[in-house]
């Protein structure tokens, strides 16, 4: 939803009714993953994408449906030799989509979860997808200090006939249960937001933990929406500039330095971010808390007298990649200094030395693909080699999710 969030708010704003699909499992060779949205105004007006056009025409017709009745639903598209020219994944596997129609000013949750992804706040939007009649839909929005919303009944627009579905008081769980599963949904969305992770919880009734496939659960989706990683470049150099580029096009909020200010100019990185004149560790020694595990090292300067220091403290933190470019020569110089300022060889294992994959690459720009390419395989656990040299799954982070009897669409179906 992040990525068609300025479009949201602009509907919002103007009290526009609106729905939202949203990916919320997949399972096989998907080809987007949990979170993918694509969303459909009450005029028709469509942005966004869940599977990359495969099932796209069959979800537009859902949001509409959604909007014109003001019930969520939840629904599988997977493949079948019936129509997996039709509205099937021809990939070979199974998305869950959850639509939710969204009334501005109709819901706390929704409401203050669309202007916090707007305004760029970290916040973990929760939804119920499945559990008893009326909970479905229900929204927390959760900061790291407050929440929005609460998971009470979800009532169909005053202009739509309500359905048993949505209003049988005889499903709703007792307030004091409602409270403690309130609680504990805030409880993990707030760690998922904390880890900047999306996905399924299932809890029982009483906020407790449970098997989706025991009774009376109630499974919520967790968006967590934080700021862009972050891909820091040490070394003003042309190869840098290639860099900057490709992390910027994977979605990396980009950061480049230099202790040399006749380098390190905007005019020469207008793609970055930010540019920075001053010495790499010294810098780094500032980011501490503006890094995580999802940071990026791109270490390009291959000068000891930089990379030393930097080097030192960048494998003692909680980064997600480090890379420092350079020969082989130099990575073996650079481990034996790194080894007498007292790092371990298990610090020193961290290291992607030389950076990047083995590709051929001579260019700049191709020097950048190795390295956007290892950076990638290294966050998603690829195995490097060309992908018709095994015949296992093509995705590598598709999270479990349980089967259902056959992997094909299902009819619209209301979770209960």
């Not at 499992?25 to 969303?39: E, H, I, K, N, T």
Request: with cysteine.
């Amino acid at each position: 939803m992040q990525d068609i969030a300025e479009q949201l708010q602009a509907w919002h704003a103007a009290g526009r009714s609106f729905a939202v699909a949203t990916v919320v499992g997949v399972s096989g060779s998907a080809p987007r993953d949990p979170g993918a949205a694509l969303a459909v105004d009450a005029a028709g007006e469509a942005i966004g994408s869940v599977s990359g056009g495969c099932v796209e025409g069959a979800v537009y017709e859902l949001c509409q449906a959604a909007i014109e009745s003001g019930e969520p639903v939840l629904e599988r598209f997977g493949y079948s030799d019936e129509d997996a020219f039709a509205v099937g994944l021809t990939c070979g596997g199974a998305l869950d989509v959850f639509v939710q129609p969204i009334r501005p000013g109709a819901d706390d949750g929704l409401d203050a979860g669309i202007a916090y992804i707007s305004s760029g706040t970290p916040v973990a939007l929760a939804r119920v997808i499945a559990g008893p009649g009326g909970l479905v839909g229900a929204t927390v929005a959760v900061t790291a200090d407050t929440h929005h919303g609460a998971l009470s009944p979800v009532l169909p627009p005053a202009t739509a006939q309500p359905s048993p579905a949505t209003t049988l008081p005889a499903t709703r769980p007792a307030r004091h249960l409602l409270t403690a599963l309130e609680r504990a949904v805030v409880t993990e969305a707030r760690a998922m937001l904390d880890a900047g992770r999306t996905g399924r919880i299932v809890l029982g009734l009483d906020g407790r933990p449970c098997d989706d496939r025991d009774q009376g659960t109630v499974t919520c989706f967790v968006e967590s929406y934080v700021p862009a990683p972050r891909m820091l470049v040490f070394g003003a150099i042309d190869f840098a500039a290639a860099v900057v580029r490709i992390g910027r096009f994977l979605g990396y909020r980009v950061t480049v330095c230099d202790a040399r200010p006749v380098f390190a100019t905007k005019r020469r990185f207008p793609e970055a971010d930010e540019v920075v004149v001053d010495w790499p560790h010294r810098y780094l020694d500032s980011q501490l808390d503006r890094i995580d595990g999802r940071t990026v090292l791109c270490v390009l300067t291959h000068d000891a007298k930089f990379d030393i220091p930097l080097l030192e403290r960048a494998l003692r933190l909680p980064v997600g990649y480090v890379g420092a470019m350079g020969s082989r020569r130099t990575h073996r110089d650079r481990e034996a200094r790194l080894r007498e300022v007292g790092l371990t060889e298990a610090e020193i294992g961290r290291l992607r030395s030389p950076i990047g994959l083995d590709l051929g690459a001579r260019t700049p720009e191709e020097t950048a693909v190795s390295v956007a390419a290892e950076i990638i395989a290294h966050r998603r656990g690829g195995s490097c080699l060309p992908l018709n040299a095994g015949d296992g799954p093509i995705h590598h982070e598709a999270p479990a999710t349980p089967e259902e009897p056959r992997a094909r669409r299902t009819r619209r179906t209301h979770a209960a």
